[in-house]
């Protein structure tokens, strides 16, 4: 079946349309909170990290530590592994940008009024107005910083999606309905082709995280990306710099017992610089 991703504004409504169309559909549905419960079982420290990340923006120096660059590792990980089980609408934590170009996900994002947010908001909770405000605004300047520090992406260019709805202008039975078109036609989309895309990007992906989440490894770079989209009888390249002569072979024989029979390219090369943050495992 075909994928859902949703960009959704906070108090924006989208969790109660999402929610329908799992229902209508049979479809599973992942959020943010999800995704943190489930990278808690790669061990506590990124559970902590995760509730640490959904309450503040990461700062500089926060950002370019490596726990941070693993930790994003992972949740890209989790996000592929959702896709790969069909039927499934992620919503949030830019699985939007993630799966870009894998042709049977629909992408879209669910806006609304101010006015209509600040009621949604104020209706969850004892607040005023002006409060629930600031709220809304808070929280959209970190989603959109955060969607641009990791993809390098404005959370919010209508360029992104296949559809943008309105929550204020449009009722939520309306964008249920297009939203299920919208998917029946990525159906038809579901080839063996558009699998090939998703499964080596996913692969690719349980191996950046493996090698980032290892304390094993001091690395100051790294990438792994497919050597052609889609195409696995090409495999994978691995590039990056690491700080300890030996990770070069090391971190080749972990890759090589991810993938598996894919074929591999590496261009991992030693420097004597360490990598900038540091790797906290307490």
Same mark, same amino acid.
């Given at each position: 079946?075909?994928?859902?991703?949703?960009?959704?504004?906070?108090?924006?409504?989208?969790?109660?349309?999402?929610?329908?169309?799992?229902?209508?559909?049979?479809?599973?549905?992942?959020?943010?909170?999800?995704?943190?419960?489930?990278?808690?079982?790669?061990?506590?420290?990124?559970?902590?990290?995760?509730?640490?990340?959904?309450?503040?923006?990461?700062?500089?120096?926060?950002?370019?530590?490596?726990?941070?660059?693993?930790?994003?590792?992972?949740?890209?990980?989790?996000?592929?592994?959702?896709? #790969?089980? /069909?039927? %499934? +609408?992620?919503?949030? @934590?830019?699985?939007?940008?993630?799966? $870009?170009?894998?042709?049977?996900?629909? !992408?879209?994002?669910?806006?609304?009024?101010?006015?209509?947010?600040?009621?949604?908001? #104020?209706? /969850?909770? %004892? +607040?005023?107005?002006? @409060?629930?405000?600031?709220?809304?605004? $808070?929280?959209?300047?970190?989603?959109? !910083?955060?969607?641009?520090?990791?993809?390098?992406?404005?959370?919010?260019?209508?360029?992104?999606? /296949?559809? %943008?709805?309105?929550?204020? @202008?449009?009722?939520?039975?309306?964008?249920?309905?297009?939203?299920?078109?919208?998917?029946?036609?990525?159906?038809?989309?579901?080839?063996?082709?558009?699998?090939?895309?998703?499964?080596?990007?996913?692969?690719?992906?349980?191996?950046?995280?493996?090698?980032?989440?290892?304390?094993?490894?001091?690395?100051?770079?790294?990438?792994?990306?497919?050597?052609?989209?889609?195409?696995?009888?090409?495999?994978?390249?691995?590039?990056?710099?690491?700080?300890?002569?030996?990770?070069?072979?090391?971190?080749?024989?972990?890759?090589?017992?991810?993938?598996?029979?894919?074929?591999?390219?590496?261009?991992?090369?030693?420097?004597?610089?360490?990598?900038?943050?540091?790797?906290?495992?307490?």
């Amino acid at each position: 079946m075909a994928i859902l991703t949703i960009s959704r504004q906070f108090g924006g409504g989208a969790r109660a349309i999402a929610l329908q169309v799992a229902r209508d559909l049979g479809y599973e549905y992942v959020d943010r909170s999800t995704m943190f419960k489930d990278i808690s079982s790669e061990g506590p420290r990124w559970g902590t990290y995760a509730k640490d990340f959904d309450e503040h923006y990461p700062n500089v120096w926060e950002r370019n530590d490596w726990s941070f660059k693993a930790f994003v590792a992972l949740i890209q990980n989790l996000m592929y592994g959702y896709a #790969q089980r /069909d039927k %499934v +609408i992620i919503a949030g @934590t830019g699985a939007t940008f993630l799966l $870009k170009g894998v042709p049977h996900v629909l !992408r879209v994002r669910i806006e609304s009024s101010m006015e209509d947010r600040i009621n949604r908001v #104020q209706g /969850d909770q %004892v +607040i005023n107005e002006s @409060t629930a405000r600031w709220i809304i605004d $808070k929280v959209d300047a970190d989603m959109s !910083r955060s969607m641009y520090v990791i993809y390098g992406k404005e959370w919010d260019d209508p360029k992104e999606f /296949d559809s %943008v709805f309105n929550s204020s @202008t449009q009722t939520q039975d309306e964008i249920v309905e297009e939203i299920k078109k919208g998917l029946a036609a990525k159906e038809a989309l579901r080839t063996k082709e558009a699998l090939d895309i998703l499964n080596l990007r996913a692969i690719a992906s349980k191996v950046k995280a493996a090698i980032l989440t290892d304390p094993s490894f001091t690395v100051s770079y790294l990438d792994v990306s497919p050597k052609e989209e889609g195409m696995p009888r090409y495999g994978l390249i691995v590039r990056g710099f690491v700080h300890e002569m030996d990770d070069t072979q090391s971190i080749k024989e972990k890759v090589r017992s991810i993938a598996g029979d894919l074929p591999l390219e590496f261009d991992v090369q030693y420097q004597m610089l360490p990598r900038f943050g540091h790797f906290d495992f307490r």
